[in-house]
């Protein structure tokens, strides 16, 4: 059976991708099964440059197909930040609270009707003379408080457009339905089908 390394030590990120993946015939690994994985820093300016040097640097070092994302919380009042910053927002060792805490105080007091945002979701591929990039985006807006127990990062604050409960709130596979990531990733899939 083929390898897929996907390029990340997050555990949610990790059970969200392979349940998306589960039809593939590959062995689905993490770096958290690698020795001496490595230590890629993401200082790219996009989500693109980011998810491409996860991918490049696992796949050189480890020699397998690689799959690796970066995703972004993009709220249009505050000029599409948190952005490529959204794991850090709070600080470089910030926990999914203390980044959920900083975006509700940047929007304290603005109105329900200015709280627009988006999730985008880059994946990177990189493997033997392969470099390919599949992008996914939801549109949606975020609360005023948190609401939900389930999912990770900002999804307690997140409501995609359409729906009245968070992503948090959201079983995975609900959630898997209509994500960014799944979204990135089902066109991810139609090209590894092709491998």
Do not use: W
Request: hydrophobic share 40%; glycine share 8%; charged share 25%.
């Amino acid at each position: 059976m083929k390898k897929l390394l996907i390029a990340t030590h997050n555990n949610h990120k990790v059970e969200e991708i392979k349940h998306l993946l589960s039809d593939l015939l590959f062995e689905v690994l993490s770096l958290s099964d690698i020795r001496n994985p490595p230590k890629t820093i993401e200082d790219r300016p996009t989500l693109e440059g980011n998810a491409l040097k996860k991918a490049r640097e696992a796949f050189h070092t480890t020699g397998m197909l690689t799959l690796a994302d970066d995703t972004g919380l993009e709220c249009y009042y505050l000029e599409l930040q948190p952005g490529v910053f959204s794991a850090r927002y709070a600080g470089e060792n910030a926990t999914y609270a203390d980044n959920n805490k900083k975006l509700l105080s940047a929007l304290k007091g603005v109105p329900a009707r200015r709280r627009h945002a988006r999730f985008r979701t880059v994946v990177a591929v990189a493997g033997p003379k392969i470099e390919k990039i599949f992008e996914g985006k939801v549109e949606g807006k975020i609360l005023e408080y948190p609401q939900g127990t389930l999912g990770f990062g900002y999804d307690p604050l997140f409501v995609p457009a359409g729906h009245s409960r968070s992503f948090a709130e959201m079983a995975l596979v609900g959630k898997n339905q209509l994500s960014h990531r799944s979204e990135a990733l089902k066109k991810t899939i139609t090209f590894l089908k092709t491998l």
